[in-house]
T-cell receptor, first 110, second 114 residues
Framework: SQQGEEDPQALSIQEGENATMNCSYK?????LQWYRQNSGRGLVHLIL?????REKHSGRLRVTLDTSKKSSSLLITASRAADTASYFC??????????FGKGTTLSVSS | DAMVIQNPRYQVTQFGKPVTLSCSQT?????MYWYQQKSSQAPKLLFH???????NEADTPDNFQSRRPNTSFCFLDIRSPGLGDAAMYLC?????????????FGPGTRLTVT
């Protein structure tokens, strides 16, 4: 079963535009993580936001967390072709291991 | 510099023929995970080890087994691969569990079943 659900499933934008992806989850969490996966490769950790944080930045990435709505968003500003990838949110469900959402596939064209 | 290494990167096996995928890490992390990822889907956790403590996900088929002989190595054994087991298999590590730590992923092994 999956804890997180990303929205939209696919997103196509032009270089320089901003990309926003959303993640909703079902149960209470201690923190939420975002990962990126380039085609046919392993996942790369982007950012971890704790449940007592509302917003976190890392370079061109901005993550928000709204625990009352059980949702998080990932904003990539000034997107580049190299940002083309799938993006997953992940949370801990029952137990201790991360469970990944279905992901958003981002395509950035130049 | 490679931190999580998976071998082989591509594996072809025959229907019903046992296959073993390997993962090694240079991070000295306590936790090692195995995920199965099918095309355009999320990684699905199969099981994980916290040190030598094995944790199996409830819906992982018995056909999938794992071994962790030491901190650095972890193996995924598929006893009788079916066509539905064709997927990317991802190994990951972390210092701890509970979602408090980031996971480091290997490049994956793409398994084809003929």
């Amino acid at each position: 079963s999956q804890q997180g659900e990303e929205d939209p499933q696919a997103l196509s934008i032009q270089e320089g535009e901003n990309a926003t992806m959303n993640c909703s989850y079902k149960t209470s969490i201690n923190n939420l993580q975002w990962y990126r996966q380039n085609s046919g490769r392993g996942l790369v950790h982007l950012i971890l936001i704790r449940s007592n944080e509302r917003e976190k930045h890392s370079g061109r990435l901005r993550v928000t967390l709204d625990t009352s709505k059980k949702s998080s968003s990932l904003l990539i500003t000034a997107s580049r072709a190299a940002d083309t990838a799938s993006y997953f949110c992940a949370t801990v469900q029952a137990g201790t291991a991360l469970i990944f959402g279905k992901g958003t596939t981002l395509s950035v064209s130049s | 510099d490679a931190m999580v290494i998976q071998n082989p990167r591509y594996q072809v096996t025959q229907f019903g023929k046992p296959v073993t995928l390997s993962c090694s890490q240079t991070l000295n992390h306590n936790v090692m995970y195995w995920y199965q990822q099918k095309s355009s889907q999320a990684p699905k956790l199969l099981f994980h080890y916290y040190d030598k403590d094995f944790n199996n996900e409830a819906d992982t088929p018995d056909n999938f087994q794992s071994r962790r002989p030491n901190t650095s190595f972890c193996f995924l054994d598929i006893r009788s691969p079916g066509l539905g087991d064709a997927a990317m298999y991802l190994c990951a590590t972390s210092r701890g569990t509970g979602g408090l730590y980031e996971q480091y992923f290997g490049p994956g092994t793409r398994l084809t079943v003929t």
